[in-house]
């Protein structure tokens, strides 16, 4: 620990006299026809202006699908999206032959346990030998 104090003691130390260096140089400050030849450099090299975008009264509108997609993020957004809502759907609905109005009952009101193994032979494991 003393030698992680000690390094940045030197460290600040050194800078100390960095700075004490470059406010002692005493070197010319750039003429002013030199900076005016240096800023007329610069704007003849700037690039030709962007043209102007059209007013907003002249961009058509799109319809609401259109910003929808776009607001998801085009294809690959809209893509995992539907991905994502089928297979939820598909979960959703694969055990749905099994439930009855009474065993959803059951669970909601919490009165009974129930195990994956009572939810029909599509969630069973049989480890059956042969």
Request: hydrophobic letters at 45%; glycine letters at 12%.
């Amino acid at each position: 620990m003393a030698d992680k104090m000690a390094g940045k003691q030197n460290m600040d130390d050194l800078l100390d006299d960095l700075f004490a260096e470059a406010k002692a140089d005493s070197s010319p400050a750039p003429t002013e026809d030199f900076m005016a030849r240096v800023l007329a450099d610069a704007e003849r090299l700037q690039p030709e202006a962007p043209p102007v975008a059209a007013s907003p009264a002249t961009v058509p509108s799109r319809g609401l699908l259109a910003t929808l997609f776009a607001t998801l993020g085009g294809w690959q957004g809209t893509g995992g999206l539907v991905a994502a809502t089928m297979a939820s759907v598909w979960i959703g609905f694969s055990g749905a032959d099994s439930l009855t109005v009474e065993g959803l009952q059951a669970v909601v009101s919490g009165d009974t346990e129930f195990y994956l193994s009572d939810l029909g032979g599509d969630f069973s494991f049989d480890l059956g030998e042969g």
